[in-house]
């Protein structure tokens, strides 16, 4: 099996050599880069599986950098970075990072998390071809797209999964643990509230009015579910 392809953006010199040695250790194929243009310029030639990305470069922000990469690949994004406040990792997951982590780190930890990220699947466990057709949205797990009305909805990679996992089944009621089990694809080590970003995200992307969501509803003291209320037909599998 060819080694798994990770990029690491940090513009401290002793940090991203001491984590290439370390993953490349592990058996990872690593590349580095030192600022935001010289990642986007190696993101291209490299395509890698995982990016271990800083937030405060020199150039072009971590943020940015994110956004840029997720609107091209669906590619893991591990934010490695000293801003420790509950605003920057909410963020970070807004804009599609898959994990966060704060310096000073542990390199066991980080190898531990890059290594959990990347036995993830992108699109939920499941038939792959399966396009779900509702009365409002069409989701379709190959192409990574949700249509409402026809109309594009441009959701990060997480937030399709969220999504695709709870339309497969609609009505079904998922608690936030079992979400985090079944999207995250491991023990997700923080706060279970992560969950309600995302979820709060795709609200945005979605709907109208936020506060009256037609699509994925929350079930009080337990978690979440998807509906489509104008019908209560199953998906149509293409």
């Known amino acids: 099996m060819n080694a798994a392809k990770i990029l690491v953006v940090d513009d401290e010199l002793s940090i991203r050599t001491l984590v290439r040695r370390y993953l ?24 890698p599986d995982l990016v271990v990305l800083d937030l405060m470069l020199p150039d072009i922000n971590g943020y ?11 590619v893991y994004i591990l934010m490695l970075t000293a ?10 997951f807004a804009l599609g990072a898959d994990d966060y982590l704060t310096k000073p780190f542990s390199l066991k930890e980080l190898s531990a998390r890059v290594a959990a990220i990347l036995k993830r699947q992108r ?11 509702y009365s ?19 959701l990060t990679a ?15 009621v998922w608690r936030r643990s079992d ?27 979605l709907e109208n009015d936020t506060s009256e969501p037609l699509f994925v509803k ?3 003291g337990v978690g979440y579910k998807f509906e489509d209320v104008i019908t209560a037909e199953a998906p149509i599998a293409m």
């Open 24 to 47: 490349e250790r592990e058996g990872y194929q690593v590349e580095i880069a030192e600022n935001g243009e010289a990642a986007l310029r190696m993101f291209d030639a490299l395509s």
């Open 218 to 220: 929350t079930v009080r």
């Open 83 to 92: 801003r420790s406040e509950e605003s920057d990792k909410i963020q970070g």
């Open 123 to 133: 699109t939920v466990n499941g038939a792959e071809d399966e396009i779900l057709r």
């Open 64 to 74: 940015e950098l994110c956004r840029r990469m997720q609107s091209r690949t669906s």
């Open 158 to 172: 997480l937030e399709f999964d969220l999504l695709y996992l709870l339309a497969r089944i609609p009505g079904r």
């Open 179 to 205: 979400l985090i089990r079944e999207v995250w694809g491991y023990d997700y080590v923080g706060d279970e509230r992560v969950v309600d970003v995302h979820i709060g995200q795709i609200r945005k992307k």
């Open 136 to 154: 409002r949205i069409h989701i379709d797990p190959v192409r990574r797209e949700v249509r409402i009305a026809g109309d594009l909805a441009e």
